[in-house]
C-alpha cells in the first residue's frame, strides 16, 4: 500500500495525527505484528520510505493502552500518516513524545532533487478538484525569478546502477537472453536529467515554483557491447539558452563497485574523457516553465571555468547549429534535392519489375509496408512524472522494444544491438489515461553485406471522444546485427548472422520515408565522428556502421 504523508503530531491519546501538507514522499506499508495479548500490547507496524532514489525501511511501535487489534491499528495509523514534509525529522520529534520509535535523522536526505511522482493518483484527482476554487490573482504570475550564475559542477549528479553486484536489481533489468533492457535504462536517462535541470534551476525557497519538462533529446549513442554489469550514471548542465539546458549524460561500467560506495556530487576533472569503459553517451534537452502560468521562465547562466567546460560548450552549440541546418531541409518543409530525386528514380526504375505483384520480391528484399508494426497502450497512473503526465523515459522504453519486435521480425532473429537513436522531439505532453499507439516500419536498409538498418517509430496519442490522433513523438533507431564494437554479442555468436534485406519504397510518401533513413544514415555517422573527436582526439568511426 503505497501512500503519502505529511508533518505529524501527537493527539490526547498519544497516536500521530495529520498537522497540516507541507510536502511529500512515499512510503510502503508492509505489516504489523501484535507483540502479545494484554491491553498494553505494543504494535508494530513497518513501512519502507522512497525519498528520491533512495529507499530505507522504518518500524513504527505504540503501546496500546487498551485492547487494540491489528485491523484497529491499521485504521488508526494509515489515516492519520496522509502527508508529510521531512518523515526522519518528524518521527525524532515524536519519538520523544509519543513513545513511537524511529530512524535518525539524515541530513543528506534534507533536499532530494527527483522527478518522480511523490503523491498518490487519488490525491492528485482531489486536488484537481480543490485547484477549481483557486483565484487566479492568487497564482502570481508576475513574479520575476533571480537569476544566478552557476557552473557546470553545481549541477552535477551521479547514480549507480550495481546490476553485476545486486540479483534483486538486475532481476528488474534483465533481458531474456541475457542482456540489459535498454528500455529501462532510458528512463532512468530521462529522470536522471530532470533532476540535474532541476538543480540547476534551483533557487531559494521564496522563489516561484518551476516546472522542468523534457522538450528533446538530442541523440544517443552506444559505445560499448550491451552486458550486465555495474552501471553509474553521471552528467550535469552543458549548455543554456534563455529557458532551455542541455544535460550532457554518459554511462560508464565500473568494475571495481563495492556497496558501501555513495554517489559523489562533485565531477571528476575528466568527465568529457570518456574511459574504455564508457558505455553511451547522450544529450537532454530540458527547459523550465512557469509551474502556474506556463509560460517559459529564465534559468541560470553557466560560468564556464576549464577548457573542458569550453569545449563541451562549443560540442553543444556546434550540434544546435547542425540541428539548425537539418531542420531547414527537412522533406515536410521543402523538396528533395535534385540529386536525391534521380536516386528515387533510379531505384523505381530498378525495383519496379516487382511492383503491383508482377514477380515476386527476392528474399533479401522487403518492402517498407511489410514491416509495419502496431502497440496500443493506456496510460497507467504508476507511469506519470512528478507533474502527472507520462514520463518521457517510458515513452523512449516503449518505442525502443518495438522497434526491437520489428527488427526481429525483419531479421528473422532476435540479435539486433542498438547502436544509437536519433533527436526526439516531444511535441506534447501525454496525459495519465490516454491511449498511446506506436507505429514501427523498417525505413531504411541498403542490404548485405551492411549490418544496419534504420527503424522509424511513430507516437500518436488518441482523443477518443472526437476519433482524433495526435503526433506526440517520432524516433528514429540505427539497429545493427552487430554490437557497437563491430562484434557479434556473446548471446549469438555461436548463431549464424542474418543477413539484413534491402528495404524498397512501394509509394512516395514510402520514398519520403525511404529518403529521410537514408539522411539520417549519413547525418548519423557524421554525428557520431563529431562525438568521437570530443571524446578521444583520435576516436574513429566504427565500420559497422
Known amino acids: 500500500m503505497r501512500m503519502s504523508f505529511s508533518s505529524l503530531s501527537s493527539s490526547r491519546n498519544g497516536l500521530p495525527t495529520v498537522r497540516q501538507m507541507m510536502g511529500s514522499s512515499s512510503f510502503r506499508f508492509h505489516e504489523t505484528s501484535k507483540l502479545s495479548c494484554n491491553p498494553s500490547a505494543v504494535i508494530r507496524g513497518r513501512f519502507e520510505v522512497r525519498s528520491g532514489y533512495a529507499t530505507k525501511p522504518v518500524f513504527l511501535a505504540h503501546s496500546m493502552k487498551t485492547q487494540t487489534n491489528i485491523k484497529t491499528f491499521k485504521a488508526i495509523t494509515i489515516p492519520s500518516l496522509q502527508k508529510f514534509h521531512s518523515l526522519a525529522n518528524c518521527l525524532y520529534r515524536e519519538s520523544k513524545t509519543s513513545g513511537v520509535e524511529a530512524i535518525e535523522h539524515d541530513p543528506s536526505n534534507d533536499k532530494i532533487f527527483t522527478v518522480r511522482p511523490?503523491?498518490?493518483?487519488?490525491?492528485?484527482?482531489?486536488?484537481?478538484?480543490?485547484?477549481?476554487?483557486?483565484?487566479?490573482e492568487s497564482l502570481s504570475p508576475g513574479v520575476e525569478r533571480?537569476?544566478?550564475?552557476?557552473?557546470?559542477?553545481?549541477?552535477?549528479?551521479?547514480?549507480?546502477?550495481?546490476?553485476?553486484?545486486?540479483?534483486?536489481?538486475?532481476?528488474?533489468?534483465?533481458?531474456?537472453?541475457?542482456?540489459?533492457?535498454?528500455?529501462?535504462?532510458?528512463?532512468?536517462l530521462d529522470a536522471l536529467a530532470g533532476a540535474i535541470a532541476y538543480k540547476h534551476v534551483d533557487n531559494p525557497v521564496d522563489a516561484p515554483p518551476v516546472t522542468i519538462v523534457t522538450a528533446s533529446v538530442d541523440r544517443l549513442d552506444l559505445l560499448l557491447p550491451n552486458k550486465p554489469v555495474d552501471l553509474k550514471l553521471s552528467g550535469h548542465v552543458a549548455y543554456v539558452g534563455k529557458s532551455s539546458m542541455e544535460i550532457f549524460i554518459k554511462v560508464e561500467e565500473v568494475s571495481d563497485f563495492k556497496p558501501s560506495d555513495k554517489a559523489s556530487t562533485c565531477p571528476p576533472s575528466d568527465f568529457t574523457s570518456f574511459s574504455a569503459n564508457t558505455l553511451l553517451a547522450t544529450r537532454f534537452t530540458m527547459v523550465a516553465i512557469d509551474s502556474a502560468t506556463l509560460k517559459s521562465v529564465k534559468v541560470n547562466s553557466l560560468k564556464l571555468l576549464s577548457p573542458a567546460d569550453h569545449r563541451l560548450f562549443r560540442f553543444a552549440e556546434d550540434s544546435k547549429a547542425r540541428k539548425r541546418r537539418a531542420a531547414e531541409v527537412s522533406l515536410s518543409k521543402t523538396p528533395p534535392t535534385q540529386e536525391e530525386r534521380l536516386h528515387i528514380h533510379d531505384v523505381y526504375l530498378k525495383y519496379s519489375e516487382y511492383d503491383d505483384n508482377k514477380k515476386p520480391l527476392p528474399k533479401d528484399m522487403a518492402w517498407i509496408e511489410d514491416t509495419k508494426m502496431e502497440s496500443n497502450f493506456i496510460m497507467q497512473p504508476q507511469d506519470r512524472n512528478i507533474h502527472n503526465n507520462i514520463f518521457g523515459g517510458y515513452l523512449m522504453r516503449r518505442a525502443y522494444e518495438l522497434a526491437f519486435a520489428d527488427a526481429s521480425i525483419f531479421l528473422k532473429s532476435r540479435c539486433a544491438n542498438l547502436l544509437s537513436m536519433d533527436e526526439v522531439i516531444f511535441q506534447r505532453p501525454v496525459h495519465v489515461g490516454s491511449l498511446l499507439k506506436l507505429t514501427s516500419h523498417i525505413v531504411y536498409a541498403e542490404g548485405y553485406p551492411h549490418r544496419s538498418f534504420q527503424v522509424r517509430v511513430v507516437a500518436e496519442v488518441a482523443d477518443i471522444e472526437k476519433d482524433l490522433l495526435e503526433v506526440t513523438n517520432i524516433f528514429y533507431f540505427t539497429l545493427s546485427t552487430?554490437?557497437?564494437?563491430?562484434?557479434?554479442?556473446?548471446?549469438?555468436?555461436?548463431?549464424?548472422?542474418?543477413?539484413?534485406?534491402?528495404?524498397?519504397?512501394?509509394?512516395?510518401?514510402?520514398?519520403?520515408?525511404?529518403?529521410?533513413?537514408?539522411?539520417?544514415?549519413?547525418?548519423?555517422?557524421?554525428?557520431?565522428?563529431?562525438?568521437?573527436?570530443?571524446?578521444?582526439?583520435?576516436?574513429?568511426?566504427?565500420?559497422?556502421?
Open 482 to 545: 552487430r554490437d557497437p564494437n563491430g562484434n557479434r554479442s556473446d548471446e549469438h555468436r555461436d548463431m549464424e548472422e542474418p543477413a539484413v534485406r534491402r528495404i524498397l519504397p512501394h509509394t512516395y510518401g514510402e520514398s519520403m520515408l525511404w529518403l529521410e533513413g537514408k539522411r539520417r544514415r549519413t547525418q548519423g555517422v557524421r554525428a557520431r565522428q563529431a562525438l568521437m573527436k570530443l571524446i578521444t582526439p583520435e576516436g574513429t568511426q566504427n565500420e559497422n556502421m
Open 146 to 188: 533571480q537569476v544566478v550564475e552557476k557552473t557546470m559542477a553545481d549541477s552535477y549528479m551521479e547514480q549507480y546502477l550495481p546490476l553485476k553486484s545486486s540479483p534483486q536489481l538486475l532481476d528488474e533489468y534483465i533481458f531474456f537472453d541475457g542482456r540489459v533492457r535498454l528500455g529501462k535504462i532510458l528512463e532512468d
Open 118 to 136: 511523490v503523491s498518490l493518483w487519488m490525491d492528485k484527482l482531489l486536488e484537481t478538484e480543490r485547484s477549481k476554487q483557486v483565484k487566479k
